[in-house]
C-alpha cells in the first residue's frame, strides 16, 4: 500500500515522516495597528530566522496592520500550540526592544488568542492564494 503522495513534499525524522500544514492567524493586543511597513518587514524576518530552530517552515505570510496570516508547516510531535507560543514569545520580546511605540501603546504585543485551521492537500494552494491576495485588502 502507498500512502504517500508523489506530488508533495514530506519532511522526517529518525521516527516520523510527516506534512503538516496550519493556517494560523494571530492578532495585537487590541486590535490595534501598529504594524507599518518597516516593523512588517522585521517582524517576517524575525519569524523566517526561527525557522530551523523550532523547526517549522513558513510556506507563506503575510502582515497586516493588526495581524498575521502564517501558513506555516510544523513538525507534528512539537504541535502547533508550541511553536506558535515561541514565535509569539520572539517577536514579541524582539520588537518591543526595539520600537518603543510597541511598549507605549500596548502592555503586551500579542493577544493570547490564535486561529488555526489545518490545510488539506487539495487546498494548499488555495490557502496560499488568500493569504497573498490579504494585503491588498
Known sequence: MEIANKNK??????????????HVI?????????FDDLIAQD?????LEKQNEYQYEILE????PDHIHLLIDINPLIGVHTIIQRIKGYTANVLRKKYS???????????RSKFVSTVGEVSLETVKKYIEEQKGK
Open 9 to 22: 513534499k514530506y519532511k522526517s525524522n529518525e521516527t516520523t515522516v510527516y506534512s503538516c500544514q496550519y
Open 101 to 111: 511605540s510597541l511598549r507605549s501603546r500596548l502592555p503586551s504585543l500579542w493577544t
Open 26 to 34: 494571530f492578532t495585537t493586543k487590541y486590535r490595534r495597528k501598529v
Open 43 to 47: 517582524l517576517k524576518n524575525l519569524i
Open 61 to 64: 505570510m503575510e502582515v497586516m
